[in-house]
């Protein structure tokens, strides 16, 4: 596509409830990244995956926070049993090469737990 | 890993004021070097990034950012900034051989005063 496609925009959850967030890379980007920006916090880095390697975990807060790519293309970031403090703006990045021009961003997806 | 530091949390400026926002990086190796930003209600975006060669990049609105290796910094200037300016401003470090591997600063608010 044109640019990175997140979804949903918004989602409400109840604390204890598992979500899971979608991202869209642009097609033929080899990397994708995930980030949370929190109020505050400024932008953090969760996980990125490069073509078939194994992804950096490195960044994942909890073992509630994992993600997947599948195909190479589109990437789903579960959080299980979410809490209250995993409220964030999860943004989704790509990239088509090693020394591009930086990272394409999607718009993301505002998570509130209540 | 990389990490990067962004010392004003949030600057507030007039309209025709020079403005100067830190970011100090800390890395072994050599590095690409970014600006991002993000104007309310927008995706982040590029604003200029240095590979090698020239350390005074400059890059889209009238913005320009200076490489200090021995300081270990890339500083974002404006001359004169506008109310359109007012954003939140994302410095970033990947190591120069992967730029697959990007650090954010916790980003600095600039508000711009008309």
Known sequence: GAGVSQSPSNKVTEKGKDVELRCDPISGHTALYWYRQSLGQGLEFLIYFQGNSAPDKSGLPSDRFSAERTGGSVSTLTIQRTQQEDSAVYLCASSDRPQGDGYTFGSGTRLTVV | ?114
Not at chain 2, 32 to 43: A, D, E, R, S, T
Not at chain 2, 64 to 73: D, Y
């Open chain 2, 1 to 114: 890993a990389q990490s990067v530091s962004q010392h004003n949390h949030h600057v507030i400026l007039s309209e025709a004021a020079s403005l100067e926002l830190g970011c100090n990086y800390s890395y072994g190796g050599t590095v690409n070097l970014f600006w991002y930003v993000q104007y309310p209600g927008q995706h982040l975006q590029l604003l200029l990034k240095y590979f090698s060669g020239d350390p005074l990049v400059k890059g889209i609105k009238g913005f320009e950012a200076e490489f200090i290796k021995s300081k270990f910094s890339f500083n974002l200037r404006k001359p004169s900034v506008q109310w359109s300016d007012t954003a939140e401003y994302f410095c970033a470090v990947s190591p120069f051989y992967n730029n697959n591997d990007m650090r954010f600063g916790a980003g600095t608010r600039l508000t711009v005063k008309p």
